[in-house]
């Protein structure tokens, strides 16, 4: 008679559990800009180092401007001309418009005299009477017509007065303009990276001269083949590690899934945002490997069973319970991973139930329905 098999075993009990994905990364700065000079120049001096915290608006460094600042007072000199000018053109327009209104009296003037000359009896008034009076009302009506277009004259000169100073007004902005782009400022607040520019040297418009980066608006772009997308639809948060400081979770927070995935590597970007919750986060610096956890569900309960009682056979995996004293196979269907555990997710008379006991060593040369001895772990 064969001796009975001893077998170690394990009591199996509900633990809780969340669907997590693993993965790997680096930090970026979500806000990263490369501070160029808009206009040419020396520069003057230099106001900031590398590592240096700034404002927005802090100034960076000084090109030479004199010759912004002349082209500047020469252009407000011009508006100031064009202003006296408007004033002459106003000043022409009202003695225009006085011009009219004398010139339309004495028209009206000769007009009466005439037509009271016509109403005399051609007895009484010689024919040089008459053709002085029509010659006056003539001359009064060319004068009239002349003092017109005088006036209309004067009130063209002030629209095109008006048009001079806002096209000069427009000019003195540009030059004040260009005058503030010799001070190169931050263009955001953060850390200034890199600094391209020594002072003393000419630059050409375009030219890099730092590179400002917000070392708070920390993200990170992590990378999950197209398989996971329906299960990171649903995910929100994220814990992170990396070397700067052990043994310690940063959080972060999915605010983008790409809708589209890459056709080369069959994978999908998720941007991660980081949480900065606690003090250590001011550790974290762009550039940083680190080693990302997706939970992509809440908490729940599971069966979790040891991966060493699992057996492989083909496609499926199997293991062996004791009841009753008895080992009997039974085929698990596995769920979520957990470093030494994989879910069960067959549960009841033809699968697994907490309090069972699981055979964990022992069981490679069982088959079903064997009697066996336990000793419990």
Do not use: W
């Not at 120049?41 to 230099?46: A, P, S």
């Not at 008034?125 to 017109?148: C, W, Y």
């Amino acid at each position: 008679m064969s001796e009975t098999p001893l077998v170690r075993v394990t009591r199996l009990e509900q633990r809780p559990v969340r669907r997590t994905i693993e993965t790997t990364s680096y930090l970026e700065s979500e806000h990263k800009v490369t501070v160029q000079s808009k206009v040419a120049g020396r520069v003057v001096q230099v106001h900031a180092d590398e590592g240096e915290t700034v404002k927005a608006g802090t100034l960076l460094a000084t090109l030479d401007d004199r010759e912004a600042m002349s082209a500047l007072r020469q252009a407000e000199i011009q508006l100031q001309d064009r202003r006296v000018r408007f004033e002459l053109a106003g000043l022409e327009a009202e003695a225009a418009a006085q011009r009219v209104d004398q010139a339309r009296v004495e028209r009206d003037k000769a007009k009466s005299q005439h037509l009271r000359n016509l109403e005399i009896d051609p007895g009484l008034i010689s024919e040089k009477e008459l053709e002085d009076a029509r010659f006056a009302l003539e001359a009064a009506e060319e004068a009239l017509q002349v003092a017109e277009v005088q006036e209309r004259k004067a009130k063209l000169e002030i629209s095109a007065a008006e048009n001079a100073i806002s096209e000069l007004e427009a000019r003195v902005e540009a030059e004040r303009i260009r005058l503030s782009e010799h001070e190169i400022r931050a263009p955001l607040d953060g850390v200034i990276a890199e600094r391209m520019v020594r002072g003393g040297e000419t630059i050409t418009a375009a030219t890099d001269l730092f590179l400002v980066v917000d070392q708070l608006a920390l993200v990170s772009y992590l990378r999950r083949p197209q398989r996971e997308l329906g299960v990171i639809q649903g995910a929100k948060d994220v814990t992170f590690e990396c070397d700067a400081v052990p043994d310690h979770e940063f959080r972060a927070a999915i605010d983008f899934v790409s809708p589209v995935v890459d056709e080369t590597s069959g994978s999908f970007r998720i941007r991660v945002r980081v949480v900065q919750d606690d003090d250590l986060a001011s550790v974290l610096r762009p550039g940083m490997f680190v080693r990302a956890r997706i939970y992509a569900e809440d908490e729940r309960e599971a069966l979790m069973i040891p991966k060493a009682a699992l057996l492989n056979e083909g496609a499926v995996s199997v293991a062996f319970v004791v009841r009753d004293g008895i080992a009997r196979r039974v085929v698990v269907d596995p769920g979520i991973e957990e470093r030494d555990f994989v879910e069960c997710r067959n549960l009841g008379p033809e699968g697994l139930a907490a309090g069972d006991l699981i055979v964990t060593s022992g069981q490679q040369s069982l088959v079903d329905n064997t009697p066996v001895d336990t000793a419990e772990n």
